[in-house]
C-alpha cells in the first residue's frame, strides 16, 4: 500500500486542464480548500493537466480515462496522487473520496459540522476504482415547498438548499428533481442553479404536467382535447383525450417549449393528474385501452415530438396508483423510462420480501416493467416522505439496505428519493445516509447509525441505540401507506392497532432515553419521538372507532402532538415543519371531515 508523507504536499500544486468544465474547476478548487484546512498551506492550482483527471504532486504520464461516465480512480504514488475520472462530475466524487481517505467527514447538517483534520506525518493510502451502483442518484422535491411567492419563506430556505447541494456533491448524488403541479407557475428554483451546476448535478423538470401541456382555456373551443366521464361527458378536470391526435400534438409541442425554454433540463417527467383514478379518459376511443396505456400514450408522442424538434431528451412515464401495474399493450419509446413509484407499499419489509403480500404486488409490477422497458427504470423512493410518514420518525436503513440490493440486481439505472428540505433531513437522517450509502455501493445500517451518531460525541452509543430501537418499533407499523390513513377493513385494523399499542409504551420510553442525554439536538430528537408517540395515539383512536363501527375522530389527538413541536427551533424543523405541516394537518382533517 502506497504512503503518502503530507509533508510533499506542502510544496505541491494541483494540476488540472486549463479548459475544463466546471465541475472539474471545482473539484480542484475544492481539494485546495479542504488541503488548506488541513496542512494549512494553500496548494496552487495550475491548469496544465488534461480533462476529467487532477494530480495533486509532480504531473503524471497520461492514462486513458475510465470508460463509464459515473467509474473514477484515485492511484496514490509517493510523489503524486492521481485522480481520474470518466466525467467532470466523477472527478468531483473522485476528490471527495480522496478527502474522506485523508480524514473528512461531511454532514448533512451543514458545513459547521464537517470533521476535517489536521494532516502531519505519512498516511497511508490505497488505490481506489470505484462505479456507483446507479448510474443516476438524486432527489426529488415538491416545487411548492419553497413558498416561491412569498419572499419571507422563500429566501429563508434558499440557504438550507445550498448547504443540502453542497452535501449532494459530497455524497455522490448527480441529479435533482423539480416536481410542478397544475397549480404551480414555474418549473425550477433558477437561483439555485449555478449550485448545481458547478457540482455537475443534473436538473430534470416536469411532474404532474399533462394538464398543463393542453392548457384548460382551450376547453372552450376544443372540447374534444379533453377527457370524457364514463357517461361521455367531457371536461377540463383531469389529463386529456389521448385518442385525439389534435391534443397529442398540442402536449407535444408545448413540452418542446419547456425543453427549449430550460436548456439545462436533463430529463422530462410526463406524468397525468395526482388523483387516485388519474384523470383519464372514457371516450369510445379511449375506452379500449388501459390506462397505462393512455399514459405511454402521451408520453411516447412527447419523446417523438422533442426528437423530431432536436432537443431529444429522456422522457419519464410514472408508475404510480392507477398505473402502478404494468397493463401495457403499448411498446414504450427508445427513449421513455418507467419512474417506478410505490407510495402505498409497506415500509416495514423490503420490496421483494417474500413473507410480506402487500409488497409482492409491487415488486411483480417492477420486475414487469423493467422487462417491457428493456431495463429503462427510474426508482421513486419516499424515504424521506413527511407526508406519507406525517411527520413521525421513521428510521428504515435494514429496508433501504435490502431494497437497495434488490434494485441494483434488477439492473434498475437510476434512483430518486422524495423529501421535504430540512424537515426531512432531521426526522430521516438516517435514511439519508443508508440511501447515500446504497446508491453508491454497500449500506451497512450500523455503520450509517454509528457515523451518524458521532455528532453527538460522548452520547453517540447510547443514540445510536436508541435509534436501533424506534426502528425496529416503527417498521412495525409502517405497513399500510399513509400514517395518518389506517386501514378501514376489520382484520387490517385490528393488525395494525396492535402494533401501535405494542409501540406506544416503546415510544414513550425511547423519547424519554433521549432526552435524558442532554443537548439541544437530542432533546429536539426526543420531541421528534414524542410527536410520533402522539400522532400514533390519535391512529389508535381511529382504529378503535373502526372496530367499533363508530365515525372516527381523533383530532383533538393530532393536535395535540402537533402541539409538540411548537418548541422545537425552526433550524431543525425548517420551513416545512414551521408552516407546511399544519396545513398537512388541516388538509387531512378537512379530508376525513368530507368522508
Known sequence: MPVLDTTTLRGAAIHVGAESDTPAAFAAQELQRYLHRMIGVQVPIVGDGVASALVVGTPAPRHALPAGRETFVIDPEPAR???????????????????????CRWSLHGPDEEVVPRLDGCIQLDRVE???????????????????????????????????????????????????????????????????????????????????????????????????SGDGARSDHGNLCTSNAAALATASRNAVQYVRDYPEMSVLHIWGADLWHGGWCHCR???????????????????????????????????????????????????????????????????????CETNRRYATALERYAELFAGRVRLFEYYGDAILFFGCAVPLTEVIAADMAYYARLGVPGITLLQFGTYSLWAYPLNFLAYADASRGVCTPAGVRQEYCARFGR???ASAAIFAAVENIMRRVVTYGDIRRPPGAADAARQVLAAVEAALPRLAQAGEQLAALGGDALAAQARLIRYTQGVLSAVRQQLRDTLAGQPRDAEAQYTEALSVLDAVDRRFKGLWGSVDLQVIHRFFALAAHAG
Not at 83 to 101: I, M
Open 81 to 103: 496522487i492521481t485522480l481520474q475520472a470518466g466525467s467532470p462530475r466523477a472527478l468531483l466524487s473522485a476528490v471527495y473520496a480522496l478527502l474522506e481517505r485523508l480524514g
Open 130 to 228: 470505484h462505479t456507483p451502483r446507479f448510474a443516476v442518484r438524486g432527489y426529488v422535491s415538491d416545487i411548492m415547498t419553497w413558498h416561491y411567492t412569498q419572499p419571507e419563506h422563500f429566501n429563508d430556505r434558499l440557504d438550507d438548499d445550498r448547504a443540502f447541494i453542497d452535501w449532494m456533491g459530497k455524497s455522490g448524488a448527480n441529479a435533482f428533481s423539480y416536481i410542478r403541479h397544475p397549480f404551480d407557475t414555474q418549473l425550477t428554483i433558477p437561483e439555485l442553479l449555478p449550485d448545481f451546476q458547478r457540482r455537475g448535478i443534473d436538473v430534470e423538470y416536469g411532474g404532474h404536467v399533462i394538464p398543463l401541456l393542453v392548457p384548460r382555456e382551450l376547453f372552450r373551443d376544443h372540447p374534444d382535447y379533453f377527457p370524457a
Open 285 to 355: 376511443d379511449c375506452a379500449s385501452f388501459s390506462v397505462q396505456d393512455q399514459s405511454l400514450h402521451v408520453c411516447n408522442a412527447v419523446a417523438s415530438g422533442l426528437a423530431e424538434a432536436g432537443v431529444a431528451r429522456p422522457v419519464c412515464y410514472l408508475a404510480y396508483h392507477d398505473t402502478l401495474d404494468a397493463d401495457l399493450s403499448l411498446r414504450p419509446h427508445d427513449n421513455v423510462f418507467v419512474e417506478f413509484a410505490p407510495r402505498e407499499r409497506c415500509y416495514g419489509h423490503a420490496l421483494n420480501d417474500p413473507v
Open 459 to 461: 452520547n453517540a452509543d
